[in-house]
């Protein structure tokens, strides 16, 4: 399983239309889906670490990089760290990013 | 219904042309991305250069990790209260089939759906390997297939997740049928045989699957797979024809319209599911609606709707 630990707030079914649509291969449906995939995870780690105060960067890092897919104990350290639950700002962000990423398919 | 040559061509054209500018916009937004993240934190960079790892491949990192953790039996996903009772699993099966606990009046589907209680976390995700093995025996006992987590050392990159509508695949050049997905399968035109009960699985995110080609292609081509529905206890046998979904749609399987429609109904279109393999050798399990409650429990009678 391959599983990152903000999956539960993304569902980008409009954009999953678009690329089926628009993607003639299987080849070309995987590279549409890696590439969305890409933005959204540098995405999410900025606004996350915007949200983190800087002395706490390392060790979310250390964090991520020790349980990427563990929504649980990563959102409850990010709350801890950050003072509040960041998981509905998060959840507009990407809705503004999933608005923005459809722009591209005209 | 098919469409004259000339009118196919032209489309064809303008979408590859579509996909071609979609793939540019695409890259360079996430140039932007990795700039924007790298640009304000530069010692985000050097950490993941530091471990030699690549941000936009922690997929793979995640599923590597993953798949260590169930081997090694970790609870990582189980919230502690089903973790204390997780030792117990091994019995439930045993006593789901006793006569002394199970009133005979109990069908094999209600069976089902009372061990699902038991044995799978309150949310939808990862299992461990003593839920599946005793899933597996559930299946076998109230379901009559012989279904795995790990056939021949492969496992899915999920078990137990939400499952979405697909459209139906091409069978041949010209196929053109109502609710029809624009491109092929992910082995190209699917035979008529495997095209009605087929299942979509996220062979993409396996994560040896760029580095064990072309045997897990071969492998899990048309692989035979029973999907059960955690909430009504439906059950088919399917097979994989296509790969996806992509990660970020909340799904992690697909299924024919006939696979949807048999599962929740003709209005279903996302629900979790478990996903197993078939254990099939001699290629004796049809595809399709299992209809167990005409099954016996000793698993050696399969009737087919």
């Known amino acids: 399983m391959s599983k990152l630990f903000f999956d539960h707030l993304i ?13 003639s291969s299987k080849e070309e449906r995987e590279e549409l889906w890696g590439l969305i995939d890409e933005v959204t995870t540098h995405k999410v ?53 999933e608005k923005d990423l459809l722009k591209l398919f005209g | 219904m098919t469409q004259p040559a000339s009118k196919s061509y032209r489309r064809f054209e303008e979408e590859k042309v579509q996909a071609e500018f979609v793939r540019n916009k695409l890259k360079l937004r996430s140039l932007e991305a990795k700039q924007s993240l790298f640009g304000k934190y530069p010692h985000v960079e050097k950490f993941f250069a530091d471990r030699n790892l690549d941000l936009s491949k922690i997929r793979e990192h995640s599923a590597k990790i993953i798949t260590a953790g169930a081997l090694t039996g970790s609870l990582l996903f189980t919230p502690p209260l089903l973790a204390v009772k997780v030792p ?138 029973l999907i059960v529905n955690t909430m009504n206890g439906n059950a088919i046998v399917a097979d994989i024809a296509d790969a996806g979904p992509a990660a970020w749609t909340g799904k992690q399987f697909g299924g024919s319209p006939e696979v949807m429609d048999y599962l929740g109904g003709p209005r279903y279109k996302k629900g979790p599911v478990i996903m197993f393999f078939v254990d099939d050798p001699n290629n004796q399990v049809p595809l399709g609606p299992v209809d167990y409650n005409k099954v016996d429990a000793s698993g050696l009678t399969l009737v087919q709707t």
């Not at chain 2, 699993?89 to 606990?101: G, Q, R």
């Not at chain 2, 009559?144 to 078990?159: D, P």
Request: glycine share 4%; proline share 6%.
């Open chain 1, 11 to 23: 569902v980008f079914e409009e954009i999953e239309r678009k690329i089926k649509k628009t993607a």
């Open chain 1, 45 to 97: 780690l900025e606004k996350v670490l915007d949200k983190l105060p800087r002395a706490h960067h390392e060790e979310f890092l250390e964090l991520f990089h020790k349980c990427p897919h563990d929504e649980i104990t990563i959102f409850a350290y990010l709350k801890d760290k950050a003072g509040k639950s960041i998981e509905d700002d998060l959840k507009r962000d990407l809705k503004n990013l």
């Open chain 2, 88 to 225: 117990a699993l091994a019995n439930i099966v045993k006593s789901l089939s006793d006569f002394e606990v199970k009133p005979p009046e109990t069908s094999p589907q209600e069976t089902i759906l009372s061990s699902f209680m038991q044995i799978l976390p309150q949310k939808v995700g990862p299992l461990d390997r003593t839920q599946e093995k005793t899933l597996e025996q559930v299946f076998k006992e109230n379901i009559g297939i012989n279904a795995k987590a790990t056939l021949e050392g492969e496992h899915l990159n999920s078990t137990y997740g939400y499952i979405g509508a697909e459209q139906h695949l091409a069978r041949f050049p010209g196929d053109n049928v109502y609710d029809m997905a624009p491109g092929l399968g992910a082995w190209g035109y699917v035979p008529a045989d495997n095209e009605k009960w087929y299942a979509v699985v996220q062979t993409l995110y396996l994560p040896d699957w760029n580095s064990r080609q072309p045997f897990l292609q071969n492998w899990y081509k048309y692989r035979k797979v």
